[in-house]
């Protein structure tokens, strides 16, 4: 596997299908390099008793679209005074 590859961080989605609808959650709320996320999610899908109603996903960590942190506007900061608590 090329370094580049192994760079790169993932989440495991956990993904919960009920009758009302369906919820995400990220496995263990940690990031993982690749090899440790496919050991992880292969451990999960096999201890995995319930396969109609979960299963487990690799989602890439991706912040391309954060270049930097967003700035309060001046109406923003005299919105948030006005608000009681």
């Known amino acids: 596997m090329n370094k580049e590859m192994n760079d790169k961080k993932f989440f495991i989605v956990k993904k919960e299908a ?31 008793e ?12 991706n912040f391309s679209m954060v270049d930097k942190p967003l700035v309060l506007t001046d109406e923003v900061k005299e919105q948030q005074s006005e608000m009681p608590f």
């Open 50 to 61: 319930d396969r109609k109603q979960i299963s487990y996903h690799l989602q890439e960590v």
């Open 18 to 48: 009920w009758t009302w609808g369906t919820q995400y959650t990220i496995h263990d709320h940690k990031q993982y390099d690749l090899t440790t996320a496919v050991k992880k999610l292969l451990a999960l899908d096999t201890l995995n």
